[in-house]
């Protein structure tokens, strides 16, 4: 069994190699985001991006900057076969999934203009942003010193396997494969 945590920028391609690695590789895939999806509706709350990034942060300030990887990763402990867990946005979340036997952190980037065009061909709730929207955003995700917000660029630092997605979504696919076959 391998865990594969996936950090990132927004629309970097953290979801191509989830999709990757469930349909080529058959992962189980687990979500940060829709683990507080479920969160927001239940409090009747809209699931967009800042909803989504206020009670992530809320949540580590209550039970632990690591809470919500840890419970992903004890619900992909009980499957058979190799898991992936997106989004891992805090530090101590990459620490954890780390710290895990057989787990590793896979982070995906690109060019910010690409990214912005990126979400919005997928229209997402989260994602029908401006421009100026979605660098205020990506601002607030780099520069948090709150240790239970998000850290993208410390998260990204912290990874085993870094992924330029800069290109073709076969590129991604390749480098991916090339990888996946490296440490399984």
Do not use: W
């Amino acid at each position: 069994m391998i865990v594969i945590g996936i950090t990132g920028t927004i629309g970097a391609g953290k979801g191509t190699v989830v999709d990757y690695l469930v349909n080529k590789r058959h992962f189980k895939h687990y979500s940060v985001s829709g683990y507080l999806k479920e969160k927001l509706i239940k409090k009747g709350l809209e699931p967009n991006r800042d909803n989504l990034q206020e009670v992530a942060n809320q949540i580590r300030e209550k039970y632990g900057p690591d809470y919500i990887a840890g419970k992903l990763y004890i619900k992909a402990k009980r499957q058979k076969g190799s898991v992936v867990i997106e989004s891992i946005r805090n530090p101590k979340e990459a620490e954890f999934i780390r710290s895990q036997k057989n787990s590793y952190l896979f982070a995906v980037d690109a060019n910010q203009k690409i990214r912005y065009l990126r979400i919005q061909k997928r229209n997402s709730e989260k994602d029908n942003i401006t421009f100026k929207k979605f660098k205020e955003q990506e601002e607030k995700e780099f520069q948090s010193k709150d240790p239970n917000a998000q850290n993208l660029p410390k998260c990204i630092e912290m990874a085993d396997y870094k992924f330029d997605n800069n290109d073709t979504i076969n590129k991604l696919y390749e480098k991916v494969e090339k990888v996946i076959s490296k440490i399984s």
